[in-house]
């Protein structure tokens, strides 16, 4: 391969989707030569790499036996001499998210904290600080956040898998698809040791009030829209003139009408009758929904006895981390209402269509809210408040988190607090899918746009940028 080498680290499966899927890598060829290698956790990845001359890496763990260090496994020592190193990482990156967060003051993570300890363990096992002994002592002391910052980053971390890659690549840019998780550190460090320039892509628009601080070296930062761009700008103290707004880059299919199937063709397709109808029910992971099941099953229960009309369904879409879905929702699997839809290698312009034509969009604290506003499908956000509950534990205080407050406060995103809410706003949707356009398009304006189908061609442009002027 010939053209300037550029290393792209993706280091979570929906953020590589997202990265790969949208077209970016593509814009970027067209635009080349340039020697691509891709960093991601797929190994459906490499695949489509190839297509388009670029080489793939798995992103490193200890404890995968391949691809971290060509095809030969680290010797089971060595093995386990990293990841007793990468687990101390990942322990001290949590104390600083925590003390991070408690600076900031951000209440939803103080309202996190208040939950049971039941719920917080999710979060302590996804490696998540929802434990004040992540803050011990003096949890406010910015003295002591900056000591741990500037420990973290001295090169404690490096790996040398990691190292081996840069020495053999050499690459000129590196791009960070996230950059708040230890899963990153490594490529950064190693970046830093050879003064490789780093362009950051904001992986997603809670990152800036959830992960953290962000790495060291970032020489310019791309973010979705002007609300990410100000939290930026606010907690993280990054200046205007480094930050580029692109636009979100897994929402440009929907600007391609071409991408949508004719109605008839997709409900056929996908395993509905030309004539049926259907609610996009998109399930969270299990610490963020725990109301879920019982919520989908009251749904099903009127939708079989013809509550909403005849010929509605109930399409379930499991989160693609879901791993307890089966748990969860297999109760409604062969449900005479209900299509359930299995975690999976999601397809963007799949997503697209099923959200395209459905009646109603319904999920919990979760970005597909705006997806469906970026479509204009009517949406509703799940707020449950059960008494039966914990007060903190309960679905509703989510929306006390900053990025979801921001949508909710802004008035254009309804939220059901019950069974009866929720049934009414569904029933308003399938007599009128014109209902609350105006709010979905105050959604876009404040939260999605630019919605040009154009953020991938931005992101490309910033990198042969910023690679030219290495």
């Given at each position: 391969m010939t053209g300037p080498r550029i290393l792209v680290v993706l280091p979570y499966a929906l953020m590589a989707r997202n990265f790969i899927q949208s077209g970016t890598l593509e814009r970027l060829a067209e635009r080349g030569p340039f020697d691509v290698t891709v960093v991601s956790p797929n190994d459906s990845d490499a695949a489509r790499a190839a297509k388009l001359g670029m080489r793939w890496q798995i992103v490193f763990h200890p404890l995968r036996l391949k691809g971290v260090d060509g095809d030969r496994a680290p010797a089971p020592l060595r093995k386990f001499s990293w990841y007793l190193r990468y687990l101390a990482g990942t322990g001290w990156r949590m104390m600083l998210v925590h003390r991070f967060n408690r600076i900031q003051g951000f209440r939803g993570f103080a309202m996190r904290l208040r939950q049971s300890w039941k719920l917080r363990w999710r979060f302590v096992a996804e490696g998540l600080p929802m434990s004040r002994i992540f803050g011990f002592p003096f949890p406010r002391s910015?003295?002591?956040?900056?000591?741990?910052?500037?420990?973290?980053?001295?090169?404690?971390?490096?790996?040398?898998?990691?190292?081996?890659?840069?020495?053999?690549?050499?690459?000129?840019?590196?791009?960070?698809?996230?950059?708040?998780?230890?899963?990153?550190?490594?490529?950064?460090?190693?970046?830093?040791?050879?003064?490789?320039?780093?362009?950051?892509?904001?992986?997603?628009?809670?990152?800036p009030t959830?992960?953290?601080?962000?790495?060291?070296?970032?020489?310019?930062?791309?973010?979705?829209?002007?609300?990410?761009?100000?939290?930026?700008?606010?907690?993280?103290?990054?200046?205007?003139?480094?930050?580029?707004?692109v636009g979100w880059t897994q929402m440009d299919p929907y600007a391609d009408r071409h991408i949508f199937l004719e109605r008839r063709t997709f409900l056929l397709q996908i395993g509905y009758r030309a004539e049926d109808r259907y609610l996009v029910f998109a399930a969270n992971p299990g610490r963020l929904?725990?109301?879920?099941?019982?919520?989908?099953?009251?749904?099903?229960?009127?939708?079989?006895?013809?509550?909403?009309?005849?010929?509605?369904?109930?399409?379930?879409?499991?989160?693609?981390?879901?791993?307890?879905?089966?748990?969860?929702?297999?109760?409604?699997?062969?449900?005479?209402?209900?299509?359930?839809?299995?975690?999976?290698?999601?397809?963007?312009?799949?997503?697209?269509?099923?959200?395209?034509?459905?009646?109603?969009?319904?999920?919990?604290?979760?970005?597909?809210?705006?997806?469906?506003?970026?479509?204009?499908?009517?949406?509703?956000?799940?707020?449950?408040?059960n008494e039966t509950v914990p007060y903190w534990d309960r679905q509703a205080r989510a929306y006390e988190i900053e990025h979801l407050a921001a949508v909710v406060g802004s008035q254009h995103l309804p939220v059901a607090r019950d069974l009866m809410e929720l049934e009414g706003m569904i029933q308003e949707a399938l007599d009128d899918r014109s209902s609350r356009a105006a709010g979905r398009q105050a959604l876009r304006a404040r939260f999605i746009e630019p919605l040009d189908g154009r953020a991938s061609a931005r992101v490309a442009a910033q990198i042969i940028d910023m690679v030219g002027k290495t």
């Open positions: 910015r003295t002591i956040y900056r000591w741990l910052y500037r420990l973290y980053y001295s090169g404690w971390q490096r790996f040398e898998p990691v190292d081996a890659l840069f020495r053999n690549f050499r690459p000129q840019l590196v791009v960070l698809g996230h950059l708040q998780t230890p899963l990153v550190t490594p490529y950064v460090l190693a970046a830093d040791s050879l003064g490789i320039p780093i362009l950051g892509v904001n992986g997603s628009w809670d990152q959830t992960k953290g601080p962000l790495c060291p070296g970032i020489k310019r930062l791309l973010v979705q829209n002007e609300q990410v761009r100000e939290e930026l700008r606010r907690f993280h103290d990054v200046p205007d003139e480094r930050m580029i707004t929904g725990d109301d879920e099941p019982e919520i989908a099953a009251r749904l099903a229960e009127g939708l079989h006895a013809g509550r909403y009309g005849k010929g509605v369904r109930l399409h379930l879409r499991c989160h693609p981390n879901d791993s307890h879905w089966r748990e969860r929702f297999g109760g409604l699997d062969g449900h005479p209402a209900v299509r359930l839809e299995p975690p999976g290698d999601a397809d963007i312009v799949e997503l697209a269509n099923l959200i395209h034509h459905a009646e109603i969009v319904v999920a919990s604290a979760g970005s597909v809210n705006l997806d469906a506003a970026a479509l204009d499908t009517p949406t509703v956000g799940l707020a449950w408040d």
